[in-house]
């Protein structure tokens, strides 16, 4: 079974990886990118502790190749990133603790002051930690307490 290993320690967060990040993607690869900032202590918290359930179940997770999450309180921030062959991303976005967070905890997380953007789409590379939140706040569905912003518009693929 696959483990999760910290790659990176900065300020009072991290950022851990499950797999190998690849060199070379299969035509049917899908990223997916969810960033919130502007957290409050307890979304923060209460963002880990769901989190923790979410990445045990992406230990086993059919068509993942890669993923990595990253947290950091002194920025307030969290971040995920997925990267997937094939349609089981949805499977596992709508299913299971995931799709209960989805469902049930989303105004805990991403309401108050908090923001979030959430990006899937197909893609021939994978960008790097950086660049993912920063596509993200580009292309993503922009939320600000809550509400809606903006809808996705995903990058164009090279």
């Known amino acids: 079974m696959r483990r999760w290993i910290t790659a990176e320690t900065f300020g009072?967060?991290?950022?851990?990886?499950?797999?190998?990040?690849?060199?070379?993607?299969?035509?049917?690869?899908?990223?997916s990118i969810t960033?919130?900032?502007?957290?409050?202590?307890?979304?923060?918290?209460?963002?880990?502790?769901?989190?923790?359930?979410?990445?045990?179940?992406?230990?086993?997770?059919?068509?993942?190749?890669y993923a990595e999450v990253a947290a950091d309180y002194d920025g307030r921030y969290s971040y995920t990133l997925s990267l997937w062959s094939g349609p089981e991303m949805r499977a596992?976005?709508?299913?299971?603790?995931?799709?209960w967070a989805m469902r049930k905890m989303a105004w805990l997380f991403y309401g108050e002051a908090a923001e979030a953007w959430f990006l899937t789409y197909r893609t021939?590379?994978?960008p790097a930690f950086r660049e993912a939140m920063e596509t993200a706040r580009r292309h993503g569905r922009h939320f600000k307490a809550g509400m809606q912003l903006r809808p996705q518009s995903p990058p164009v693929r090279a």
């Open 12 to 31: 009072k967060g991290g950022r851990m990886a499950l797999g190998q990040r690849p060199v070379e993607l299969p035509a049917d690869a899908v990223v």
């Open 35 to 65: 960033l919130a900032t502007n957290l409050s202590l307890r979304q923060f918290v209460m963002g880990a502790l769901v989190s923790q359930l979410i990445m045990r179940q992406c230990r086993k997770a059919p068509g993942l190749l």
């Open 92 to 99: 596992f976005r709508d299913k299971r603790s995931h799709g």
């Open 124 to 126: 021939d590379t994978l």
